[in-house]
């Protein structure tokens, strides 16, 4: 069965600090995977996707993540983070329709 | 183009009542998804239609269930409502169903609380 892991539950970094965050998957066909952000009070936004190709995607936001299939993670990374980047941050995995998503990791970005 | 839409945005029932949720895809999206989201459980996947047509399923009882109609718009319900069926609702739209290039698109979901 699919599953998606995402190891840090909580975050807490100071502006312009970079951020990675780790996800692993367990999936035996082809994956596409998403990063999605809940900001404070808003819905579910889409940051960035992998379904083939480059292994190095490009968000919005200045968010990328990279995809190593032989270690089978999804990390996100931003260089230098600011303030509004405080939110709840989601992996997940498509299955035919379906989302899997990781526990989240919960960022907060201190002035 | 306007995003999901799901009505009501938050919802207080009793122990034993039934309630319906509605949503709203963006417009030409013809797949819809339930996610229940909650502190515990985390986002767990419910159901999605295509045409009308449950195409997957979550691991829910039978109590949870929906239907989606001719204009892709998707109702979800729970009937003999329990404590733990509180949780925010989300909807997701997407072009098509289970296409490998498919984005699923969030809507602002639908607070539930059961009392």
């Known amino acids: 069965a699919q599953s998606v892991s995402q190891h840090n539950h909580h975050v807490i970094l100071s502006e312009a600090a970079s951020l990675e965050l780790g996800c692993n998957y367990s999936y035996g066909g082809t994956v596409n995977l998403f990063w999605y952000v809940q900001y404070p009070g808003q819905h579910l936004q889409l940051l960035l996707k992998y379904f083939s190709g480059d292994p190095l995607v490009k968000g919005i936001k200045g968010f990328e993540a990279e995809f190593i299939k032989s270690k089978f993670s999804f990390n996100l990374r931003k260089p230098s983070v600011q303030w509004s980047d405080t939110a709840e941050y989601f992996c997940?995995?498509?299955?035919?329709?379906?989302?899997?998503f990781g526990s989240g990791t919960q960022v907060v970005v201190t002035p | 183009k306007a995003g999901v839409t799901q009505t009501p945005r938050y919802l207080i029932k009793t122990r034993g009542q039934q309630v319906t949720l509605s949503c709203s895809p963006i417009s030409g999206h013809r797949s819809v998804s339930w996610y229940q989201q909650t502190p515990g459980q985390g986002l767990q996947f419910l159901f999605e239609y295509f045409s009308e047509t449950q195409r997957n399923k979550g691991n829910f009882p039978g109590r949870f269930s929906g239907r989606q109609f001719s204009n892709s718009r998707s109702e979800m319900n729970v009937s003999t409502l329990e404590l733990g069926d509180s949780a925010l609702y989300l909807c997701?739209?997407?072009?098509?169903?289970?296409?490998?290039?498919?984005?699923?698109?969030f809507g602002p979901g639908t607070r539930l609380t059961v009392l």
């Open positions: 997940a995995l498509d299955s035919w329709g379906k989302l899997q």
């Open positions: 997701a739209s997407s072009l098509e169903a289970g296409g490998a290039t498919d984005t699923q698109y």
